[in-house]
């Protein structure tokens, strides 16, 4: 596997692992039917991707993402830190569209500084990007 392959696999298990974990965190947090629906079927596509990208590299016998448990621990915190006072859900909204934002910058980085990188890397990292566009449409009916 190239190593641009790589990099670009890994910051899509990065980012659909964070994009998961932010969701397990804020569900127990929401009072609203729809919008906890809609964050579970997010989630839910994080995980075929994050599968997606996982599949890729183990058939090219690459290295997968290993998260760790202090960046896990930190985001879980970040978001408990600015729940503390407000869950309503505008405010979740508002977090998770962030959330989408970093992802989508991250995604784009990455891909502009590894493009030699084969067309099904790049493929699931543009289909990544737009999910996220179309995620921050999504919690824009939230606010």
């Given at each position: 596997?190239?190593?641009?392959?790589?990099v670009?696999?890994?910051?899509?298990?990065?980012n659909?692992?964070?994009?998961?974990?932010?969701?397990?965190t804020i569900?127990d947090?929401?009072?609203?039917?729809?919008?906890?629906?809609?964050?579970?079927?997010?989630?839910?596509?994080?995980?075929e991707?994050?599968?997606?990208a996982?599949?890729k590299?183990?058939?090219?016998?690459?290295?997968?993402?290993?998260?760790?448990?202090?960046?896990?621990?930190?985001?879980?915190?970040?978001i408990?830190?600015?729940?503390?006072?407000?869950?309503?859900?505008?405010h979740?909204?508002?977090?998770?569209?962030?959330?989408?934002?970093?992802g989508?910058?991250?995604?784009?980085?990455?891909?502009?500084?590894?493009?030699?990188?084969?067309?099904?890397?790049?493929?699931?990292?543009?289909?990544?990007?737009?999910?996220?566009?179309?995620?921050?449409?999504?919690?824009?009916?939230?606010?």
């Amino acid at each position: 596997m190239k190593h641009d392959d790589a990099v670009i696999l890994k910051e899509i298990q990065k980012n659909t692992q964070m994009g998961m974990t932010a969701i397990d965190t804020i569900l127990d947090m929401i009072g609203d039917d729809d919008f906890s629906l809609e964050l579970s079927k997010q989630s839910l596509r994080y995980s075929e991707i994050h599968n997606m990208a996982l599949d890729k590299i183990l058939e090219n016998q690459g290295e997968v993402y290993r998260g760790n448990q202090i960046s896990d621990m930190m985001l879980k915190g970040n978001i408990h830190m600015n729940t503390a006072l407000n869950i309503s859900k505008e405010h979740l909204a508002e977090l998770m569209i962030r959330g989408s934002n970093r992802g989508i910058t991250s995604m784009w980085k990455v891909m502009k500084h590894n493009q030699l990188a084969t067309g099904e890397a790049m493929e699931l990292a543009r289909e990544l990007v737009d999910f996220e566009e179309k995620n921050i449409e999504r919690m824009k009916e939230y606010l």
